[in-house]
């Protein structure tokens, strides 16, 4: 369970007025006028152990996070908008608690409105695959072919798929459900 939650996004844009996604290397120009490096942004986070340089990034990362939320705070309180703020740190909470992979299969059937249910399955299917070995569900297959691996499995040409799925032991796993 999540407690004292505090989203320094939902605050900017509270005290903003408007939606808009602020970074924390934005707020921490702006409150604090410091420039901070995002280098490893972009580095393997699913790889462990982490190296140096990403564990010096997460540091970083987080460094002034409770400056920055005592300034929004203040900010907050002379516009009158603690209480709303935290209304919607409350309804980010509840859906930080949802299991994870069931807010990624939320998201797929809203993105993808004519989804079959073999679509559906084999997205779970993915999903909690990539959650038993603790992997990021793309390192099986990209999300942009299931389609094509779903009309494979309609059609029994199973030849065609085998290249979209990455590895020769999700191959087989993946045949043993659905062929």
């Known amino acids: 369970q999540i407690k004292n939650i505090y989203d320094t ?15 924390y290397k934005d707020l921490v120009k702006k409150y604090l006028n410091k420039n901070i490096l995002k280098s490893e942004t ?10 140096e340089k990403q564990i010096e990034y997460a540091f970083k990362d987080v460094e002034h996070l ?20 935290y209304f919607l740190f409350e309804k980010e909470k509840k859906i930080a608690e949802k299991d994870f992979a069931d ?3 939320d998201r797929f059937l809203n993105k993808n409105k004519k989804a079959t249910s073999l679509d559906l ?14 992997i990021p569900p793309n390192e ?4 942009k072919n299931l389609k094509k691996i779903s009309s494979v499995v309609n059609e029994r040409k199973i030849k065609e798929f085998l290249w979209l799925i990455k590895e020769e032991i999700y191959r087989e796993k993946f ?3 659905f062929l």
Request: proline share 1%; charged share 35%.
């Open 175 to 177: 045949m043993e459900k």
């Open 42 to 51: 972009k580095s393997n986070w699913g790889k462990r152990p982490l190296n």
């Open 66 to 85: 409770i400056k920055i939320k005592q300034i929004q705070s203040k900010i907050l309180e002379n516009k009158n908008k603690m209480a709303n703020t």
């Open 9 to 23: 996004q939902i605050a900017e844009n509270q005290i903003l007025e408007k939606e808009i996604q602020v970074g």
């Open 140 to 143: 099986i297959f990209q999300e």
């Open 121 to 134: 399955e084999i997205f779970k299917w993915r999903e909690n695959t990539a959650k038993k070995e603790n």
């Open 103 to 105: 807010l990624r299969i």
